[in-house]
């Protein structure tokens, strides 16, 4: 197994990840504006953005996701498994394995095992990636901290071409089956739309923002919201359009 990140590496400072986290055990959700973000990924190592050119261009060289039951040419992603010990900054890349879910949490492309390629080594173990995980270590293992995680991490491109529109949630207003999110804004061009919707679990709109700048991040509660974002649409049709995002997952095993 590969330790991605160090524990004696320095966390976002406790008062404000407690924050964090009692808005999120209040509100099930939250939206972290760049800067702070990025304030965040950069607390106690100046260098923890280091690859952060690599990193975005990563987006350009994925394959198209040939499990769309939907038919749609529209996503390319890759896929990684990690674990991580309880209230630990301290997680492991697992053996490379399909991603799964059940129908009754995608009702679209769920039911099957999903092999996708993995997300290029370089990538997974850089500095950006180990910073936004660290991130994650710190406010899940807080919300939860006796929990062993199953740890997801998924990039996205979402393109719109010609009058096409991209869906980012395919499958509609959903839960994802675990228990916690974090949807991080990688890029973002020549789009419109794309605006990430709350609902409780009655299906009522309770919150709405849209991921446009660079760590423009959102976190939820996947026991207690739902969530979907709606379809990009292109602007200049003679322009390439797309939507990069970072998607994160932790379920407890």
Not at 77 to 101: D, K, W
Not at 162 to 171: F, S
């Amino acid at each position: 197994m590969t330790i991605l990140l160090d524990e004696g590496q320095i966390c976002a400072p406790d008062m404000a990840i407690d924050r964090l986290c009692d808005l999120i055990t209040r509100k099930d959700r939250c939206f972290i504006p760049a800067e702070r973000m990025r304030e965040y990924l950069l607390d106690g190592n100046e260098a923890a953005l280091a690859d952060l050119a690599a990193f975005r261009d990563s987006w350009n060289d994925m394959p198209c996701d040939e499990y769309m039951a939907d038919g749609g040419r529209y996503r390319s992603r890759r896929h990684a498994t990690l674990r991580a010990l309880p209230s630990s900054h301290v997680v492991y890349v697992e053996p490379h394995q399909p991603h799964y879910q059940s129908l009754s949490y995608n009702n679209l492309n769920g039911g099957i095992a999903r092999h996708y390629q993995p997300i290029e080594p370089e990538i997974l173990r850089g500095p950006t990636m180990t910073a936004i995980l660290r991130f994650c270590c710190s406010i899940f293992g807080r919300l939860s901290p006796y929990a062993h995680w199953h740890i997801e991490a998924h990039q996205f491109r979402i393109d719109a071409k010609l009058a096409a529109e991209g869906k980012p949630t395919p499958e509609g207003v959903h839960r994802d089956g675990v228990n916690f999110v974090l949807m991080l804004m990688v890029n973002r061009k020549n789009v419109v739309n794309g605006c990430t919707q709350i609902y409780d679990l009655d299906k009522r709109k309770i919150d709405s923002f849209t991921l446009t700048e660079l760590f423009d991040a959102a976190i939820v509660n996947d026991h207690h919201v739902l969530h979907g974002v709606t379809p990009i649409v292109q602007l200049d049709v003679e322009q390439a359009a797309s939507r990069d995002v970072l998607v994160v997952t932790f379920r407890k095993k």
